[in-house]
């Protein structure tokens, strides 16, 4: 089955691309992903009690999303699947802080899930598709496109939403790409692999 990618982002090192086009870089002392969401005019409040993970989710589908021409479909056409390597750790970590403070806060215990990063976007963009959240070693095109190819071939969705969302400390490594089963930008896992390295 041919798969067709209809625009793509990347975020790393402090920098947005949208498409391979620089759309905007770490400039204040405002957190990177704070300072993006500034940039780009959101009002979206939910966004300041995410953990760091849904925050990289949520702006990378917003930056994707927006050029996807996601009116064109149906709100349960478009499935999303993300994957990453550590899951939520970086919030397990956090949470397990405030348990050995003896005050558990129910607001960090939301986000010790990675698929709730997923919930945050279809809840934002009401997207009512299959979603999935898958964690593997490293970032794998091939395995994200066959996600893909199942979704389509069992009619549940006409378009899918891609991403692996990787946070450690303050560095953050996303890529997102919204997929499609008919289009002009035939992809496959090479084309998708190199895209996310920067080749």
């Known amino acids: 089955m041919s798969l067709f990618l209809k625009t793509y982002c990347r975020i790393k090192d402090g920098e947005v691309h949208i498409n391979g086009e620089l759309f905007c870089q770490h400039m204040d ?43 064109e479909y149906a709100d349960d056409d478009v499935a999303v699947v993300f994957s990453n390597h550590s899951s939520s750790l970086q919030t397990d970590f956090q949470y397990y802080d405030t348990l050995k403070s003896g005050i558990a806060s129910p607001g960090l215990f939301v986000y010790t899930l990675p698929n709730i990063e997923v919930g945050e976007i279809c809840i934002r963009h009401k997207l009512y598709g299959e979603n999935n959240f898958l964690v593997t070693e490293r970032f794998d095109a091939a395995q994200l496109l066959e996600q893909c190819e199942a979704l389509f071939a069992d009619n549940a969705a006409k378009a899918v939403l891609i991403g692996w969302t990787e946070v450690e400390n303050d560095t953050h490594d996303g890529f997102f790409a919204f997929i499609t ?14 895209i996310y390295l920067g080749r």
């Open 29 to 71: 002392e405002e957190p990177f992903l704070r300072s993006v969401y500034k940039h780009i005019g959101l009002t979206y409040p939910k966004f300041f009690k995410m953990d760091e993970l849904s925050r990289l989710g949520f702006i990378g589908a917003e930056m994707t999303l927006m050029r996807s021409e996601l009116e």
């Open 181 to 194: 089963a008919a289009g002009m930008n035939e992809v496959t896992s090479e084309s998708l692999t190199d």
